[in-house]
Every structure is written in C-alpha cells, then in structure tokens.
C-alpha cells in the first residue's frame, strides 16, 4: 500500500496533510525518513509519525442509544446533550447528523469528520432504518407515496422502503438525513408522527443498550463503516 493511503486509513489526516507532512520527512519506515508520498509500505514494516509508530487508528467511533429529551448538539443552554452522555476526552469528537430532542435509537459520535460526511450523504446510500408511530391510520397508498420520490422544497427522497407494523405504526428506511425527514414524510401522507426511533445506522442497532447507554464500536466496525461509505478499500 502507498505511504500516503497507509496514513490516511490510520486518520494522520487529509491525502494532502499527509502529503505535505511525508515531504517534510515527518514520515519513517523501518527508521529510515520517506519522503515519497507513494512509496510502497513493504508488509510488515514499521511506519512511524513524527517519532511515534502509527500502528492503530486514530478514529474512534461510538453508538449511543439517544434517550429521548436530549439535544444532538455539544452544548445547549437548556437542555441536556448528547455529548454528556458520553465521558470522553477524545478531541473534536461530533454526532453523526442530528436526531430530534424528542427522537430515540441510534446515533454516531465520532471523530472522523470524512467519514460523518459519508455516512449522511445520499451519495453513499448509507441506511438508516426508523420505527414509527403515527397519530392516525396510514392511507391506502401509504407504500406508493412513501417509497416513490417525494418532492420537498430543499430535497427529493429516494429508495426509501416501508413496512407496515399495524395500522398506524410502521419501519420507513431512508438514505438521505435530511432535518425532520421522516417526520416531514409522514406528515405528507397525513400522518403525524407521535413516537420515532433509529432503529439502525448503516446496519447498527442499538441491542443490549439502554436509552443513554452507549458504547465505542470495536476497530472492526468501524473499518467496515469506512468501508461502506468508500473510504477504505
Ligand atoms: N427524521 C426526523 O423527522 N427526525 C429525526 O430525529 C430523525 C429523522
């Protein structure tokens, strides 16, 4: 692999900080300063960033099961956030998106902001599944309406899927992560929604978390999320 992809997977930066850091002779491999941006990593060598041996990731990624009644936000003069569910010192760590004050279920917190980026959007058609409950019946055509694109003033949806649960409660997945985007997508069918949870982010759920519980993705996951939305091979 490239010295420059290398540091990249490893979160040492952008290609071109990794770039300009490599030309700088930040860089050694096996002790001996590179300064070739594309120089083949030979498997097994050690690389080494400004004296200190970049062996893991430098991302870091949690799942909170937002409890409903906080603010996706790192601070907030009135309400409890998000951010203070999670007893972190870990710099520039950020949501993933926003969910609702009054939204439940899956949120990301990390701080790999390319990978935040990808994850939100349509582009990389990453799933995020939600559970409903609506104040009324959905119509008839509720799958037709929902599933097919929907026009709004700043967006049009796209391969969003729902099934039905009972009359008024129901999944809908999308891939977009547009503000109020499943509420505003039942209100267009006539139906308000009066309960809603992330049931599932790019295929994680929630399980064995209480509301406010959260816990830190293993390096696994976290590579297959990088994967998923493109940024690693
Ligand atoms: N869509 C919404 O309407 N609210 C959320 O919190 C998330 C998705």
Redesign the pocket.
């Known amino acids: 692999m490239r010295l420059d992809r290398f540091l990249r997977e490893r979160g040492y930066g952008s290609r071109k900080e990794i770039q300009d850091n490599i030309r700088k002779g930040k860089v050694s491999v096996d002790s001996e300063i590179v300064k070739d941006p594309e120089f083949r990593v030979p498997e097994g060598a050690e690389v080494c960033f400004g004296g200190q041996p970049a062996e893991k990731s430098r991302y870091i990624c949690y799942l909170l099961n937002k409890p409903s009644g906080c603010v996706?936000a790192r601070t907030d003069e009135n309400h409890p956030v998000v951010m203070d569910l999670i007893p972190s010192d870990v710099p520039d760590l950020a949501p993933v998106?926003?969910?609702?004050?009054?939204?439940e279920g899956v949120l990301l917190i990390t701080n790999d902001g390319e990978l935040a980026h990808r994850l939100l959007s349509p582009k990389y058609h990453v799933p995020?599944k939600?559970y409903a409950e609506c104040r009324s019946p959905f119509p008839e055509e509720a799958k037709t309406l929902l599933e097919n694109p929907m026009v709004f003033q700043d967006f049009t949806t796209e391969g969003a899927v729902f099934e039905k649960l009972t009359d008024s409660s129901a999944y809908l997945t999308?891939t977009e992560?547009?503000?109020?985007?499943?509420?505003?997508?039942?209100l267009k069918i006539g139906c308000e929604?009066t309960y809603?949870r992330?049931e599932s982010f790019a295929g994680l759920t929630p399980e064995g978390l209480a509301p406010g519980e959260y816990r830190k993705l293993s390096e696994e996951e976290t590579t297959a999320l990088r994967k998923a939305s493109g940024l690693e091979e």
């Open positions: 996706t998106g926003r969910l609702d004050k009054d939204t995020k939600y999308v992560g547009k503000f109020h985007q499943v509420k505003r997508m039942f929604v809603l992330r």
